[in-house]
């Protein structure tokens, strides 16, 4: 594995970024790429020469210049915190996928049941995401992209489910324990976006993270809604609006994050 820095003088703001990484990421050698935009400097982390991507950077006509080659570890320091980051960020996931999971079937709520399997998606994509960390820039996409066909797969099985029960008797959710749990993950997935955003990498596995992060957010606020309206209106509906809600939130996630993998 091998360090080589650049230094653009003409890099100097996001969408030279966006140009410089649409450009770099038909190399199948790169592993990674970190962008200090104030200080014009690029350093990328690969293996082979490091000649054809300063050919492909001096195509992009910004005024780069080659500063040096360093070795480097297999793993870069910063992949290393973006996996324990990951690995904290999957646990809270995966906890409260079961939690919600279990109090939304006793409670007969479907907004916690939407909001639990937007949370096991999450956890899968995490994981892939974990899976991502160290591999190429084109693998990384490859990943972003099958966490977005899942996270679509599972949008539309829930409006299915969410149809079936405004057709079906269904019985009244228990207000008290839809407010209570989904307080109680709304902190988790706050928690969890707050260290994402901490995290200066912007590879698409980690954005990917963000967007399912953000989207578990407003689905956390939409079920304690759902709560207040089932307790003043003593009906289902506004728990099966909110769920239908949260898996039409989970399927804009999806559609982003495979436009982010392109």
Known sequence: MQKTTFNISKMDCPSEESLIRLKLEQFSNIKSMQFDIANRKLEVYHTDNYEPILSALDSLK???????????????????????LLWLILSI???????????????????????????????IVYGLALFAIGGTVIRKKKIAKVGGYFQMTLAVFGLVEVIR?????????????MIIISSLALIGNATSLYLLQRSKNREAHMQASMIFTSNDVIANIGVIIAGGLVYFT?????????????????GRGALRILKLSK
């Open 62 to 84: 910004l005024d780069t210049n080659f500063v040096n080659t360093v070795s480097a570890d297999s793993l870069i320091p910063a992949e290393t915190q973006d996996r324990k």
């Open 93 to 123: 996931n995966f906890f409260f996928f079961v939690l919600e999971m279990l109090t939304g079937f006793l409670c007969h709520s479907m907004g916690l049941v939407a909001d639990s399997l937007d949370m096991f998606a999450d956890s």
């Open 165 to 177: 029960r405004f057709l079906g008797l269904e019985e009244v959710p228990v207000f008290q324990t």
């Open 234 to 250: 003593n009906s289902k509906f506004p728990d099966l609006i909110i769920g239908a809600i949260v898996f039409i939130l989970v």
